[in-house]
């Protein structure tokens, strides 16, 4: 599978999301943590800004996990 470049904002988003649920954590405490302003943190959810791979070390550190889970995992067929 091949993803755009939009198609990769979205899926790390989405990932970020995820995780952000799985910790009850809204995006303003994740951006508190982080010490970036909230707005700058919406952009990147939202897709309008990439996230930077020093976006990614820093809230897969304060997620403690790593880098390549925020990462979309590619589907491979199943042999029939």
Avoid: H
Wanted: charged share 25%; glycine share 4%; hydrophobic share 40%.
């Amino acid at each position: 599978m091949s993803y755009t470049v939009s198609g990769m904002r979205e899926a790390v988003a989405e990932n970020v999301r995820i995780e952000l649920a799985r910790r009850k954590m809204s995006a303003a405490e994740l951006a508190r943590r982080l010490g970036v302003p909230p707005q700058n943190l919406s952009r990147r959810m939202t897709g309008e800004t990439p996230f930077d791979t020093d976006d990614l070390v820093q809230i897969a550190n304060e997620f403690g996990i790593s880098v390549t889970a925020l990462l979309p995992v590619e589907q491979t067929a199943s042999a029939s």
